[in-house]
């Protein structure tokens, strides 16, 4: 089972939007299911990764684009992808990133199982559940 946060999903849902006709992906991270706030995430053992956060794409930069690898996010701290496949190919393809975990959405944007899911390296569709829960807090200290 894949977890991610309702709130992650729909800002992922967002930037593929605005992004739509082009493509979008950016790695996405995870927070342990009992550092989360709200009542989704008390159903899951609290050592669970759950997807909650991701890495603004930097659609000017040339060379975070080179055969789609994200260069500018270390590979340490995504322990997912997200992509958008606008036209509409819900599977991971040979033009994706591959991480342990790839979240895929076409259009029409929208979180049904036809239109988002996560898949393994591979290809495999994974069960996902979407909670309803929130990451901690965060803080810039400087």
């Given at each position: ?66 055969f789609g690898v994200d260069l500018s996010t270390p590979a340490r701290q995504a322990q997912g992808r997200f992509v ?5 190919e819900l599977e991971v393809t040979k033009r994706d990133d591959l991480a342990q975990v790839v979240f895929v959405a ?37």
């Open positions: 089972m894949v977890y991610i946060t309702r709130a992650l999903v729909d800002v992922l849902l967002d930037l593929a939007s605005d992004a739509d006709p082009d493509r979008v992906t950016t790695g996405v991270s995870v927070t342990p299911a009992g550092e989360l706030a709200g009542g989704g995430a008390g159903a899951i053992p609290p050592d669970t990764p759950v997807f909650t956060d991701f890495y603004l794409p930097d659609p000017g930069n040339a060379i975070n684009a080179v958008s496949h606008p036209l509409r076409v259009p029409p944007w929208t979180d049904d199982e036809d239109s988002f899911g996560a898949f393994d390296r591979s290809g495999n569709r994974k069960p996902l559940e979407i909670i309803d829960a929130e990451p901690p807090e965060q803080s810039l200290s400087g």
